[in-house]
C-alpha cells in the first residue's frame, strides 16, 4: 500500500516562501502521478498543482499560477512544492496525492480523481 508523507509546512510571513516535501513509499513511484490540494477552514478542498509520471506535463492552479513550482525526484521517492511570493489566502492544509492512471489532463485534477492521500502539512501565512 502506498504511503505519502508531507512534510516541509510551517509559518510564514506572507512574501516568503516555503518549500513542501512529499515522500512516498510502498509502491513504484515513476509510475504515478501526482499533484498538490489545499483546504482553508471552511472551505473545500482545491487542486492546487500536479505534474505527470514523465515530469512533462504540470498543469497550476490560476490562483497560484508564477509563485508555486511542482517536481518530482524519482530517485528519491519524492514530489515538491516551492511556494513563493507567498499570501494569507495561501494559508491551509496541504496534502500530496498520486495516483497510477493512464490518463493525464487538465480537466483530470479532481479532488475524486487520486488514489493515494497524504495526511497533510499546515501551511500559515501571515500579513
Known amino acids: 500500500q502506498v504511503q505519502l508523507v508531507e512534510s516541509g509546512g510551517g509559518s510564514v510571513q506572507a512574501g516568503g516562501s516555503l518549500r513542501l516535501s512529499c515522500a512516498a513509499s510502498g509502491g513504484t513511484f515513476s509510475t504515478y502521478h501526482l499533484a498538490w490540494f489545499r483546504q482553508a477552514p471552511g472551505k473545500e478542498r482545491e487542486f492546487v498543482a500536479a505534474?505527470?509520471?514523465?515530469?512533462?506535463?504540470?498543469y497550476y492552479a490560476d490562483s497560484v499560477m508564477g509563485r508555486f513550482t511542482i517536481s518530482r525526484d524519482d530517485a528519491k521517492s519524492t514530489v515538491y512544492l516551492q511556494m513563493n511570493s507567498l499570501k494569507p489566502e495561501d494559508t491551509a492544509a496541504y496534502y500530496c496525492v498520486g495516483s497510477d492512471r493512464d490518463y493525464f489532463a487538465e480537466q483530470d485534477m479532481g479532488v475524486n480523481q487520486w488514489d493515494f492521500w497524504g495526511q497533510g502539512t499546515q501551511v500559515t501565512v501571515s500579513s
Open positions: 505534474i505527470s509520471r514523465s515530469s512533462i506535463e504540470k
